[in-house]
Antibody, heavy 119, light 109 residues
Framework: QVTLRESGPALVKPTQTLTLTCTFSGFSLSTSGMCVSWIRQPPGKALEWLALIDWDDDKYYSTSLKTRLTISKDTSKNQVVLTMTNMDPVDTATYYC???????????WGQGTMVTVSS | EIVLTQSPATLSLSPGERATLSCRASQSVSSYLAWYQQKPGQAPRLLIYDASNRATGIPARFSGSGSGTDFTLTISSLEPEDFAVYYCQQRSNWPRGFTFGPGTKVDIK
């Protein structure tokens, strides 16, 4: 059974750096074709893809946010980490990690973690 | 950037009725389009990938069609658990990123 779970702070202050961890099971990110993405959703709004890392450690970022994002993986721990710098109240959202295969559709999602940016 | 437009924004229907949801792309995405269902407080769930393929465990009442710029998600007969928000998503211009549509809410009439 494939599962993903996000973890990280529920509250960050403006200008701080957010670090989120996605811990997964049921697949290996060293297996050819496997990918993990981060996707966010502000309250009451649509989904926004942020970043993807693949089995070959290639990394891809949203054009609009790429200067603020870093994605990395620890294959031995089955974890993917996302950092987002210079947080702003508009970054308040539920952050999801999700698996895809060969940059296909997101077939398995974590439950999401709500992050509020406020002083 | 490829922009996805979904219509209608809200669809009010009764259980048992047929739901037809539209997703239009600003340029061709070939068949690289997926549909997701999201219920309040839950993560999205993949329904359809590559325009017309049902994901694992998705009931046959859900079907997808289309290619190029115009796509449709059809729910043949609404069950009570189908009232939710539905998003389309494209990946055709990878690696330039993925984009989601704004969503269609299917609510109970």
């Amino acid at each position: 059974q494939v599962t993903l779970r996000e973890s990280g702070p529920a509250l960050v202050k403006p200008t701080q750096t957010l670090t989120l961890t996605c811990t997964f099971s049921g697949f290996s990110l060293s297996t050819s074709g496997m990918c993990v993405s981060w996707i966010r959703q502000p309250p009451g709004k649509a989904l926004e893809w942020l970043a993807l890392i693949d089995w070959d450690d290639d990394k891809y970022y949203s054009t609009s946010l790429k200067t603020r994002l870093t994605i990395s993986k620890d294959t031995s721990k089955n974890q993917v980490v996302l950092t987002m710098t210079n947080m702003d109240p508009v970054d308040t959202a539920t952050y999801y990690c999700a698996r895809s295969i060969s940059e296909g559709a997101f077939d398995i999602w974590g439950q999401g973690t709500m992050v509020t940016v406020s002083s | 950037e490829i922009v996805l437009t979904q219509s209608p924004a809200t669809l009010s229907l009764s259980p048992g009725e047929r739901a037809t949801l539209s997703c239009r792309a600003s340029q061709s995405v070939s068949s690289y389009l997926a549909w997701y269902q999201q219920k309040p407080g839950q993560a999205p769930r993949l329904l359809i990938y590559d325009a017309s393929n049902r994901a694992t465990g998705i009931p046959a009442r859900f079907s997808g069609s289309g290619s190029g710029t115009d796509f449709t998600l059809t729910i043949s007969s609404l069950e009570p658990e189908d009232f939710a928000v539905y998003y389309c998503q494209q990946r055709s211009n990878w690696p330039r990123g993925f984009t989601f549509g704004p969503g269609t809410k299917v609510d109970i009439k």
